[in-house]
T-cell receptor
Framework: DAKTTQPNSMESNEEEPVHLPCNHSTISGTDYIHWYRQLPSQGPEYVIHGLTSNVNNRMASLAIAEDRKSSTLILHRATLRDAAVYYCILGDNDYKLSFGAGTTVTVRA | EAGVAQSPRYKIIEKRQSVAFWCNPISGHATLYWYQQILGQGPKLLIQFQNNGVVDDSQLPKDRFSAERLKGVDSTLKIQPAKLEDSAVYLC?????????????FGNGTRLTVT
């Protein structure tokens, strides 16, 4: 299984951008990069996914390195509701999503 | 659209008892997943269904866990007999096509405590 590496935790101030890094040096050419987040006492929530090009949606932006060995999830203006565990996951052809421990994001008011 | 529904929300049982969890995926979603999430860890895939067929159950402890998806819609996950280490949140997820570019939609899970 392709693996990802994320920092254990990150802190941010409210209304400031948050850049969450993810390393996936063993990614294969057909693996999609997915991001999910999990708020306390809830199931994971889909945030964004991409293959090669940068992606934007109403929740976040995904910046993918040219060699695809790393990516960054960007929350443009953090709010208190963005405090969660963020998971960076590779989706292969069998679409087995293997979750690691993720990055715990704390947002300071 | 309505989300993934799971019940019960909480369950407390004694070890060696049996328990069942129910999941109703989003309408039209062909793929259904059961995950186990132990406190402080990321979710771990237990079983994946495509319609009513099993795609992957390699991490399902088959001596005590079983799952079915009748008619390719609702699914149940059963544990019999339960052990203390089964205490976890059991998450159900569904996706439209079960392919690498098809997002997963999760329910809020069932929190199981085995005493």
């Amino acid at each position: 299984d392709a693996k990802t590496t994320q920092p254990n935790s990150m802190e941010s101030n409210e209304e400031e951008p948050v850049h969450l890094p993810c390393n996936h040096s063993t990614i294969s050419g057909t693996d999609y990069i997915h991001w999910y987040r999990q708020l306390p006492s809830q199931g994971p929530e889909y945030v964004i996914h991409g293959l090669t090009s940068n992606v934007n949606n109403r929740m976040a932006s995904l910046a993918i390195a040219e060699d695809r060995k790393s990516s960054t999830l960007i929350l443009h203006r953090a709010t208190l509701r963005d405090a969660a565990v963020y998971y960076c996951i590779l989706g292969d052809n069998d679409y087995k999503l293997s979750f690691g421990a993720g990055t715990t994001v704390t947002v300071r008011a | 659209e309505a989300g993934v529904a799971q019940s019960p929300r909480y369950k407390i049982i004694e070890k060696r008892q049996s328990v069942a969890f129910w999941c109703n995926p989003i309408s039209g979603h062909a793929t259904l997943y059961w995950y186990q999430q132990i406190l402080g860890q990321g979710p771990k895939l237990l079983i994946q269904f495509q319609n009513n067929g099993v795609v992957d159950d390699s991490q399902l402890p088959k001596d005590r866990f079983s799952a079915e998806r009748l008619k390719g819609v609702d699914s149940t996950l059963k544990i019999q007999p339960a052990k203390l280490e089964d205490s976890a949140v059991y998450l159900c997820a569904s996706s439209r096509r079960g392919q690498a570019d098809s997002p997963l939609h999760f329910g809020n899970g069932t929190r199981l405590t085995v005493t």
